[in-house]
Nanobody, 123 residues
Framework: QVQLVDSGGGLVQAGDSLRLSCAASGRAFSMATIGWFRQAPGKEREFVAAINWSGSSIYSPDSVKGRFTISRDNAKNAVYLQMNSLKPEDTAVYYC????????????????WGQGTQVTVSS
């Protein structure tokens, strides 16, 4: 089991940066792949980043590559999403999630979810 709590969202202007945090508990965290997803009103959920259990492998789609960076600190049971050069289209609720199996490039098999944190980017 993994319990996740997202935080760090807020209202920023276009071009600003934000760092989201995902605080985890549960024995499985150190073995879990952690992903970040986002969902804007009226849109499907979008997979934006993932990191494997050791932090040695990361994935992000082309839509955010170069602007979003995922990292983790297993000693602190935390995963972070650094978001730079934010755009109004990045406005969404952001969720972290955990899975124990499956490749990090896949958005499937995530079993555990945080409650979400709102990111709003004004133009």
């Amino acid at each position: 089991q993994v319990q996740l709590v997202d935080s760090g969202g807020g209202l920023v202007q276009a071009g600003d940066s934000l760092r989201l945090s995902c605080a985890a508990s549960g024995r499985a965290f150190s073995m879990a792949t952690i992903g970040w997803f986002r969902q804007a009103p009226g849109k499907e959920r979008e997979f934006v980043a993932a990191i494997n259990w050791s932090g040695s492998s990361i994935y992000s789609p082309d839509s955010v590559k170069g602007r979003f960076t995922i990292s983790r600190d297993n000693a602190k049971n935390a995963v972070y999403l650094q978001m730079n050069s934010l755009k109004p289209e990045d406005t969404a609720v952001y969720y972290c999630a955990a899975k124990i199996r499956g490749p990090i490039t896949s958005s499937y098999d995530y079993n555990f979810w945080g409650q979400g944190t709102q990111v709003t980017v004004s133009s």
